[in-house]
C-alpha cells in the first residue's frame, strides 16, 4: 500500500514539475518570440493574467455549455480545439497541445481566434482588461 502512495505522489510532482508558470517579462519575451506586435503586449498579458495565472497547464471548466477552456490563453475546446486524440476544429489543434510549456500551439491558435474575434473573444480580457488602465511593461 506504502508503494502505490509513493507512486502516486511521484506522478503527481511530476505533472506539477511539467507546468510552467511565467513572469511578466518571460511572458512578454516569449509573446515576442511567436510574432505578437508590440502594441497587444498589455492587453495580451493582461488577458493571460486573467484567464490563467501566467501558468502554461491549466484546464478551466466545465463552462456553462459543458466544455472547457485549455492552456495559457484558456482557449475554450468547443470551437477551437479537439479535446480527443487529434487534431481539429477551428484551430486543427489537440487540446492537450495548449496545455505545453512550448506555447506555439498556443499562441498560434490564439492569433486565429483573434483574428476571427479579436480579444472580445476572451471574457477574462472583457471583464478584466477592456478600457482599463494598464501598467508600462518595462521588459
Same mark, same amino acid.
Given at each position: ?12 510532482? $511530476?505533472?506539477?514539475?511539467? $507546468?510552467?508558470?511565467?513572469?511578466? =517579462? ?10 505578437? *506586435? ?7 498579458? =493582461?488577458? +493571460? ?7 502554461? !497547464?491549466?484546464? #478551466?471548466? *466545465? !463552462? %456553462?455549455?459543458?466544455?472547457?477552456? %485549455? #492552456?495559457?490563453?484558456? +482557449?475554450?475546446?468547443?470551437? %477551437?480545439? &479537439?479535446?480527443? #486524440? %487529434? *487534431?481539429?476544429? #477551428?484551430? &486543427? ?9 512550448? +506555447?506555439?500551439?498556443?499562441? &498560434?491558435?490564439?492569433?486565429? +481566434?483573434?483574428? $476571427? ?9 472583457? &471583464?478584466? =482588461?477592456?478600457?482599463?488602465?494598464? *501598467?508600462?511593461?518595462? =521588459?
Amino acid at each position: 500500500m506504502s508503494r502505490i502512495v509513493l507512486v502516486f505522489l511521484l506522478l503527481s510532482l $511530476a505533472s506539477v514539475s511539467l $507546468a510552467r508558470t511565467f513572469s511578466k =517579462c518571460e511572458l512578454v519575451y516569449e509573446l515576442r518570440r511567436q510574432g505578437f *506586435p508590440e502594441y497587444q503586449m498589455k492587453d495580451l498579458v =493582461c488577458l +493571460i493574467g486573467a484567464e490563467s495565472s501566467f501558468q502554461t !497547464n491549466v484546464r #478551466g471548466g *466545465p !463552462n %456553462w455549455d459543458g466544455s472547457y477552456d %485549455w #492552456g495559457l490563453f484558456q +482557449i475554450n475546446d468547443r470551437y %477551437w480545439c &479537439n479535446a480527443g #486524440g %487529434w *487534431p481539429g476544429k #477551428g484551430c &486543427n489543434v489537440k487540446c492537450n497541445d495548449l496545455l505545453s510549456n512550448d +506555447i506555439t500551439a498556443s499562441a &498560434n491558435c490564439a492569433k486565429t +481566434i483573434m483574428g $476571427a474575434q479579436g480579444l472580445d473573444a476572451w471574457y477574462g480580457w472583457v &471583464n478584466h =482588461c477592456k478600457g482599463r488602465w494598464q *501598467p508600462d511593461l518595462h =521588459c
